[in-house]
């Protein structure tokens, strides 16, 4: 059973920085797509970012693409999802993700991962 661990979470206000980490006791670490989803309180889950498997590429929503970056250092554990000017919208529990057989088209619907982490929270104060 693949287990993604997220850590990072935190509170900042309003234009601060957070980064979260995750990683998985899975092997061949580079064959996972690894994503991000939060889910604020009210809210539906939504998918914030993903790192496409085998360096396929790294997609993002259009709420975080250009304060987000999602990175991973040569394949290597784990995969960091980097936050600036951080919004008070941006307040949600934050999920990591993870499938090693997703495809493209599915990477920003939930239900396409098979292993989710337990979340960390990120508060952002106005």
């Known amino acids: 059973q693949v287990q993604p661990v997220e850590s990072g979470g935190g509170s900042v206000q309003a234009g601060g920085s957070l980064r979260l980490s995750c990683t998985h006791n899975g092997q061949n670490f580079p064959s996972y797509t690894m994503a991000w989803f939060r889910q604020a309180p009210g809210n539906e889950r939504e998918f914030v970012s993903a790192?496409?498997?085998?360096?396929?590429?790294?997609y993002y929503s259009d709420s975080v693409k250009d304060r987000f970056t999602m990175s991973r250092d040569n394949g290597k554990k784990p995969v960091y999802l980097q936050m600036i000017s951080l919004k008070p919208e941006d307040t949600a529990i934050y999920y990591c993700?993870?499938?090693?057989?997703?495809?493209?088209?599915?990477?920003?619907?939930?239900?396409?991962?098979?292993?989710w982490g337990q979340g960390t929270q990120v508060t952002v104060s106005s």
């Open positions: 993700a993870t499938s090693s057989s997703i495809i493209l088209s599915q990477i920003r619907v939930g239900s396409s991962y098979a292993y």
């Open positions: 790192f496409m498997r085998y360096g396929g590429g790294i």
